[in-house]
């Protein structure tokens, strides 16, 4: 049973940059792919970024240019890299890691986009 664990999260103004960080209690590398969701208040669940174990990424629209997935096996951690950030970016954000058999969700951490 692997339990991810977001941190990072938090208020900031428009403009400003934050760090989320999954760690994971078991080893990451034999995930097929790792990835971030968020959910805002009222709204569905929507993807946000995913990286695969041979490092290719995927970024949804709305973020393409402005956050960066990334990987670090040898610490069982991916990090969500965010930057310019806009208030419609006020979510709940939650990684996920997917198996061959299954697929593990963290608890999620805030984040509050101030205008």
């Known amino acids: 049973q692997v339990q991810l664990v977001e941190s990072g999260g938090g208020l900031v103004q428009a403009g400003g940059s934050l760090r989320l960080s999954c760690a994971a209690s078991?080893?990451?590398?034999?995930?097929?792919?790792m990835g971030w969701y968020r959910q805002a208040p009222g709204k569905q669940r929507d993807l946000v970024a995913t990286i695969d174990s041979g490092g290719s990424t995927y970024y949804t629209d709305s973020v393409k240019g402005r956050f960066t997935i990334s990987r670090d096996n040898a610490k069982n951690t991916v990090y969500l890299e965010m930057s310019s950030l806009k208030p419609e970016d006020t979510a709940v954000y939650s990684c996920?890691?997917?198996?061959?058999?299954?697929?593990?969700w963290g608890q999620g951490t805030q984040v509050t986009v101030s205008s």
């Open positions: 078991g080893s990451i590398s034999s995930f097929r792919s």
């Open positions: 996920t890691a997917i198996s061959l058999l299954r697929t593990y």
